[in-house]
């Protein structure tokens, strides 16, 4: 199947700082993708989508200055949390679809632990 | 709106016992029934769907589901499990976008 990668990990960062995730598939082309937040022994929540060259779609609740979100190419997609503070802490979790296969089917990233010191 | 329900949130069960994972689901219109598996330190796998037809959906790994729609149910089972399916299993609905319940933890004792 499709593979979708997610670069880091894992990353510690102190409050106030930024990070960015970055979302890449890795053998085909992802027009759109979705970035999930994972709380723990919760489900996933759909944070926003985005389509390559487009303003991303977020949810209601998720804060669109603080998550950062671009989808410049058909193989990446960047998430940027902007000036982390503790409650950001959480797994987050992209997944991308291609205009080629049905809509219900999406390829699902390692995910990323993030926490904020 | 649609939304997924898994009753619970950890099932553990021995090696080669059958085991059923619940999800209920709410919608108002038609919608497309997924599970997916989690293993440790890995993306979700898709492990079988529903999008219409035969009610009972076969999936990878010897796994299977029923879409109930009288009882809104897409139950996951399972006659005889592995060590190797120990995971976290998720129940989604499909409308415009995907909605995840809130994971089960299988975990398969020798």
């Known amino acids: 199947g499709a593979v979708v990668s997610q670069h880091p990990s894992r990353v510690i960062c102190k409050s106030g700082t930024s990070v960015k995730i970055e979302c890449r598939s890795l053998d085909f082309q992802a027009t759109t993708m979705f970035w999930y937040r994972q709380f723990p022994k919760k489900s996933l929540m759909l944070m926003a989508t985005s389509n390559e060259g487009s303003k991303a779609t977020y949810e209601q609740g998720v804060e669109k200055d603080k998550f950062l979100i671009n989808h410049a190419s058909l193989t990446l997609s960047t998430l940027t949390v902007t000036s982390a503070h503790p409650e950001d802490s959480s797994f987050y979790i992209c997944?991308?679809?291609?205009?080629?296969?049905?809509?219900?089917?999406?390829?699902f990233g390692p995910g990323t632990r993030l926490t904020v010191l | 709106a649609q939304s997924v329900t898994q009753l619970d949130s950890q099932v553990p069960v021995f090696e080669e016992a059958p085991v059923e994972l619940r999800c209920n689901y709410s919608s108002s219109v038609s919608v497309y029934l997924f599970w997916y598996v989690q293993y440790p330190n890995q993306g979700l796998q898709l492990l079988l769907k529903?999008?219409?037809?035969?009610?009972l959906v076969k999936g990878i790994n010897g796994f299977e589901a029923e879409f109930n729609k009288s009882q809104t149910s897409f139950h996951l089972r399972k006659p005889s499990v592995h060590i190797s399916d120990t995971a976290e299993y998720f129940c989604?609905?499909?409308?415009?976008?995907?909605?995840f319940g809130a994971g089960t933890r299988l975990t398969v004792k020798p």
């Open positions: 989604a609905v499909f409308y415009n976008d995907m909605r």
């Open positions: 529903y999008l219409s037809g035969s009610t």
């Open positions: 997944s991308a679809r291609s205009q080629r296969e049905d809509i219900d089917t999406q390829y």
